[in-house]
C-alpha cells in the first residue's frame, strides 16, 4: 500500500508536475480523497459524475487533512472540482480539478488518460494502465489522491453495461506502491 502523503507534499507535488496555465465543470477536486460511494447523496444521474458515481470522503486540502466534507459540501464541492466555493480550497494550487477517461479497454488491460485542468484550462495530463487479471495497476499515478481517484473510476466503470468484461468488479481499493515518481519525469 501507498504510504500515506501530506496535503502540503500534494500540492507540492501538483505544483512540480503540473504548473498553472492560464461554465460549469464536471471534474473531481484534486485535493478530494474518495473512501465509499456515496449511495445517500441524491444524484440526478449518478454515472455522469467524474468518477462516475458520487462518492463520500475526505478534505486533502493542506492544513485540512482528514476534514469530512458536510454531504452538500461532497456534492457540489469534491465531486465536482472547481470548488471556489470551498473554505479548504488553497489559494495556490497547481490545478482546480482532474478527469478522467477510458482510452483502450479489452479483456485484459484498461488504460485511462487523465487531466488536470487550472482556470479551464489543461494543467497535465498522462496514462494511466490497470492490468485486469491482476487487478493492478501496471502504471499507478504517483499521487495518492489522483491514485484513489482512478481507483473509483475503474470501479464505477466495471459497473456500467458498457463495460463488457465483468472480472473488473471487484477492484479492491489497496493502491500498489507507485513504480515512478514525478523526479523522474513522468507523470
Known sequence: MASLASAS???QTFSLAFPNSGGTQVLACPFFMPTSKADDIAWLHPSRLPLGAGWNGHCGAPGHEGFTPTPEE???NCNLGYAFACPRLPEQ???DAVRFSVVRHSESHLVLWFVFESRHRPAGHG???YTVATRQ???P???EHIQRMADCYVQSFSRKPAAADSSLEGLHTPIPKPTMTIDQGKY
Open 9 to 11: 507534499t500534494i500540492a
Open 74 to 76: 461532497i456534492k457540489e
Open 93 to 95: 494550487r497547481a490545478c
Open 127 to 129: 496514462t494511466l494502465e
Open 137 to 139: 495497476w501496471t502504471t
Open 141 to 143: 499515478h504517483p499521487n
